[in-house]
């Protein structure tokens, strides 16, 4: 019932940008979150935002070089990375859920209710 859209991805050199985008079907979610998971590996916990964006959260694995961001008119939220390296090549996803939760939850796939099918990003070295 509840559709989320990724958008964005694609290929790039590294050292360069892109920004990912999510989609929401709906304006009434409260917490949205990015993740990524490269072949064999699990899936990781990037980012994460409240709707109304007093919360917000980066992994230290992308500190200071991404940033979560959202157009509540668009109900889409956004994912801005930066000096991007061949480590960050992975299937990124957006997560999202109603109500609220701690932080740990907030961290992890558990803590998710909708999911997007993902968006491909490639770092070429």
């Known amino acids: 019932q509840v559709h989320l859209v990724e958008s964005g991805g694609g290929l790039v050199q590294a050292g360069g940008s892109m920004t990912l985008a999510c989609a929401a079907s709906?304006?009434?979610?409260?917490?949205y979150g990015w993740f990524r998971q490269a072949p064999g590996k699990e899936r990781d916990f990037v980012a994460r935002?409240?709707?109304?964006?007093?919360?917000?959260y980066v992994a230290d694995s992308v500190q200071g070089r991404f940033t979560i961001s959202r157009d509540n008119a668009k109900n889409t939220v956004y994912l801005q990375m930066n000096s991007l390296k061949p480590e960050d090549t992975a299937l990124y996803y957006c997560a999202a859920r109603g109500g609220w939760a701690d932080d740990e939850t907030l961290s992890q796939e558990r803590g998710y209710t909708y999911w997007g099918q993902g968006t491909q990003v490639t770092v070429s070295s």
């Open positions: 709906t304006g009434a979610l409260t917490i």
């Open positions: 935002t409240s709707w109304s964006g007093a919360t917000t």
